[in-house]
């Protein structure tokens, strides 16, 4: 089974693939719109506001945590370096 | 083939240390000498230094690996599941299953270097992540009162934990506290969410 580059998510359905398409190595949650994955930036933006609204965490340290996070994935080590 | 026969050699050593972790963390705690892991795994205490050059190492990994296992079998049961009651007897389902380990990890997470933490935290937003998504639908159809998510999410995990952390007030033997109270936990904390007339019956 496929794991998300971005964010590390099992990827088992087509539903789960950026743009339902299975080729791709990332998921949909890290897509644009428009199917392109998403930057560092945006990718980093995203997760922190996932963990302020989903587990009420202070926004500054969801920051570290995505960054903790990001880090250990293939798309982003090179941002860490 | 060589080459290959030390590689496995090498990854079946890790896996044998971070096994042999995983139950002595569950049974002692998370400040046990790396001595005591190597004597339990068989291993010598320099291979343990070989594959993690330090404790915040192995526990990072360890932590690692118990969050993609728990990730992966929540990841499965909640793709199945459409109401939150059924995911969260999912989510019981699975920690009953790590239960030693997980309660041990709650009660000394803070003691814990930033690093395991973080990695907690990041397990944690995987059931999140599926908790959200249900519970938002829910909340779309009328069934479960518009609160925000994550008082929803960490009312929920406040409840589960209480029990956990306090297991010797509330069972006297070895038994599992998930198993004796989860009927209890799941309908008391659906009671306290869902609204009281439902929209589509």
Redesign the interface.
């Known amino acids: 089974m496929k794991t998300c580059i971005a964010c590390g998510m099992p990827m088992e359905d087509i539903a789960d693939f950026a743009a339902n398409d299975p080729s791709k190595d990332y998921c949909i949650y890290c897509s644009r719109p428009d199917g392109e994955m998403q930057s560092f930036e945006e990718k980093k933006e995203s997760f922190t506001k996932f963990l302020v609204m989903t587990q009420g965490f202070d926004e500054n340290v969801a920051r570290k945590i995505a960054e903790g996070m990001m880090r250990k994935l293939p798309s982003w080590e090179k941002y860490f370096d | 083939m060589k080459v290959n026969t030390r590689k496995i050699q090498k990854l079946n050593t890790r896996k044998k240390i971070i096994e042999t972790a995983y139950k002595v963390f569950s049974e002692k705690g998370f400040s046990v000498p790396s001595s005591i892991i190597a004597k339990e795994a068989g291993v010598s205490h320099g291979s343990i230094f070989a594959h993690f050059p330090t404790i915040n190492d192995l526990l990072v990994s360890l932590l690692?690996d118990f969050g993609d296992k728990m990730?992966?079998r929540l990841?499965?049961l909640a793709?199945k599941t459409d109401s939150v009651e059924n995911l969260l007897k999912e989510h019981l389902k699975v920690l009953k299953e790590y239960e030693t380990f997980y309660s041990r990890l709650i009660s000394e997470i803070n003691i814990l270097p930033d690093?395991a933490k973080?990695?907690f935290?990041?397990i944690?937003?995987t059931v999140?992540?599926h908790?959200?998504s249900v519970i938002e639908c829910e909340i779309e159809k009328g069934t479960v009162k518009k609160l925000?998510?994550?008082?929803l999410?960490?009312t929920w995990l406040g409840l589960v934990h209480y029990y956990l952390l306090n297991k010797d007030f509330f069972s006297e033997s070895n038994e599992s506290v998930i198993e004796r109270y989860s009927s209890e936990l799941l309908s008391t904390y659906l009671n306290l969410i869902k609204n009281e007339r439902r929209v589509y019956e």
């Open positions: 690692s990730g992966a990841h499965v793709k690093e973080n990695t935290a990041i944690q937003s999140a992540f908790f959200a925000p998510i994550h008082m999410f960490n």
